[in-house]
Nanobody
């Protein structure tokens, strides 16, 4: 079992930056790949980024490539999502999720989820 808690969301102007954190507790975190998903208002949850166990591989949605960067510090059991050049369309609740199987882009690929953190980008 892994428990995940996101933080770092907030209100930012377009062009600004935020760094989200996802802190894990429970069993060893090094075995887990972590995905970042987001759910815009009135829309379905969508993939944003993922990072493999060990951090050697990352994957990004086309809409965030070049602006978002996923990283991890397993000693701190923390995964980060650095978000730069934010746009109003990035407004969403952001979730982190963990899995021991692969590094998928679908919510169903992940077993454990955090409660989410709100990111609002004003124009």
């Amino acid at each position: 079992q892994v428990q995940l808690v996101e933080s770092g969301g907030g209100l930012v102007q377009a062009g600004g930056s935020l760094r989200l954190s996802c802190v894990a507790s429970g069993r060893s975190f090094v075995d887990y790949a972590v995905g970042w998903f987001r759910q815009p208002p009135g829309k379905e949850r969508e993939f944003a980024a993922a990072i493999s166990w060990g951090g050697s591989s990352t994957s990004y949605a086309a809409s965030v490539v070049g602006r978002f960067t996923a990283s991890r510090d397993d000693a701190k059991k923390t995964v980060y999502l650095q978000m730069n050049s934010l746009k109003p369309e990035d407004t969403a609740v952001y979730f982190c999720a963990a899995t021991t199987v692969g590094m998928g882009r679908r919510p169903g690929d992940y077993d454990y989820w955090g409660q989410g953190t709100q990111v609002t980008v004003s124009s």
